[in-house]
């Protein structure tokens, strides 16, 4: 079966930009999460989306927003961006009902690079 | 969720056994081990994961010692394919505020050479 993928796998934006990164999952699978992948700060939780709905959130500031369709494709958007925000940004999902680890499949990622 | 302490590298060479060690030792009674792996430029790859059972799959087996306060994942006959940076994770299994989350530390970069 597909694997989640992840749209677009590379990109690079202005500083003040915003940017929309879009991420499908494993068809069944209801839930996504996504993450920051930084050299000085690893993988890093930003948000989990189920059923249209955040269920969980990291500690990252406002500019860091998601959404989930009815068709469990999620879409994560960077307003304002800085610098810092570049990174590798990974989703990941899985069915949702259970949080076993094992049920979480990633994506390879965008990787955004802020000039 | 309990923190790990992983050695940040290590070395392995091909068709050897990989041993690599995680310390929990703050782990609570609810809490599994979990081991992920990341092979440069993808995502993180689930491996295995156990509560207080030695787990065997056909990827590795997990080795958690009696007092789960440390663990080691085996890889038994390493390629160079496996070369990667290994992660392990404590958390628990239920929903809450895990729901999608998994608190990745540094890991141990593990290099597999001829």
């Known amino acids: 079966k597909a694997g989640v993928t992840q749209t677009p796998r590379y990109l690079i934006k202005t500083r003040g930009q915003q940017v929309t990164l879009s991420c499908s999952p494993i068809s069944g699978h209801r839930s996504v999460s996504w993450y920051q992948q930084t050299p000085g700060q690893g993988l890093q939780f930003l948000f989990e989306?189920?059923?249209?709905?955040?269920?969980n959130k990291g500690n990252f500031p406002g500019r860091f927003s998601g959404r989930q369709f009815s068709n469990s494709r999620s879409e994560m958007n960077v307003s304002t961006l800085e610098l810092g925000d570049s990174a590798l940004y990974l989703c990941?999902?899985?069915?949702?009902?259970?949080?076993?680890?094992?049920?979480?499949?990633f994506g390879s990622g965008t990787r955004l690079t802020v000039v | 969720d309990a923190k790990t302490t992983q050695p940040p590298s290590m070395d392995c060479a091909e068709g050897r056994a990989a041993n690599l060690p995680c310390n929990h030792s703050?782990?609570?009674?609810?809490?599994?081990v979990y081991w992920y792996r990341q092979i440069h430029s993808q995502g993180p790859q689930y491996i295995i994961h156990g509560l207080k059972n030695n787990e065997t799959n056909e990827m590795a087996s997990l080795i958690i010692t009696e007092d789960r306060k440390s663990s080691t994942l085996i890889l038994p006959h390493a390629t160079l394919r496996d070369t990667a940076v290994y992660y392990c994770?404590?958390?628990?299994?239920?929903?809450?505020?895990?729901?999608?989350?998994?608190?990745f530390g540094q890991g141990t970069i593990l290099t597999v050479h001829p």
């Open positions: 994770i404590v958390r628990v299994e239920a929903g809450g505020t895990s729901y999608g989350k998994l608190t």
């Open positions: 990941a999902s899985s069915l949702g009902f259970s949080t076993g680890v094992e049920g979480y499949t």
């Open positions: 989306y189920f059923s249209e709905t955040q269920r």
């Open positions: 703050t782990i609570s009674g609810n809490e599994y």
